[in-house]
């Protein structure tokens, strides 16, 4: 069901796909289902990744937008917004995850209820895996830019060896934990965001905040 290769493959193709078509591919366009030697409930639960990695390079993209130099301040309130939007879906997308997870567990008596508990949850992991995925590639880009100033490339390579140590890393830590829970010595949780900035009735800069007329 889980598998933190075809996790890390998926996220590297569709980082190269989307932006080989200048963003404007489907977010599940880049799936190859015959890497995935499993059930269609693996695959779908692939698709929910490529779902939750499409909303983190849509939010690195409209953060770089909030960055430019040239931004208005009307610009900056439009992409402020969607940054938020965008941000919740990311970690929605991250809680579904779990909850796929969680519920074919269930079907199989799984987690163990005594078993320890981990302090990270599969679809968090995944989340963090899926933003190493774009920083991999753009630091790569800019190890290979021709334009760039002395230095630019070598520093840039060693911070590509640094983020593919940590990604490696971590994709061994999910692989591990899957293996554990599925061996009933391990377990996790689903860990709600329970985030307050866009809901309207939690966030006090919204509700005490006068309509305008």
Excluded at 142 to 150: F, K, L, V, W, Y
Excluded at 182 to 189: E, I, L, P, S
Aim: charged share 30%.
């Amino acid at each position: 069901m889980l598998s933190a290769t075809a996790i890390v493959t998926l996220q590297d193709r569709c980082t190269h796909a989307w932006h080989e078509v200048e963003e404007e591919c489907g977010e599940n366009s880049c799936i190859v289902t015959e890497e995935i030697a499993a059930s269609d409930e693996a695959v779908q639960w692939l698709e929910l990744v490529a779902r939750q990695h499409r909303a983190n390079f849509d939010l690195w993209h409209i953060e770089d937008a909030a960055r430019a130099p040239v931004a208005t301040d009307s610009e900056l309130a439009r992409v402020k917004r969607r940054v938020d939007s965008t941000n919740q879906l990311r970690n929605d997308l991250a809680e579904q995850l779990d909850r796929a997870l969680l519920a074919w567990l269930g079907e199989r008596g799984l987690p163990a209820l005594h078993a320890p508990l981990n302090s990270e949850s599969p679809g968090l992991i995944v989340d963090r895996l899926s933003i190493l995925a774009l920083k991999i590639y753009h630091t790569r880009e800019e190890a290979q830019r021709s334009d760039a100033p002395e230095g630019h490339a070598a520093r840039n390579r060693a911070r590509l060896a640094t983020l593919e140590e940590q990604r490696s890393d971590l994709a061994d830590c999910l692989d591990a934990l899957w293996q554990e829970t599925m061996a009933g010595t391990r377990r996790f949780k689903l860990y709600r965001q329970l985030k307050m900035y866009n809901d309207p009735e939690l966030n006090p800069a919204v509700y005490r905040q006068p309509a305008r007329k």
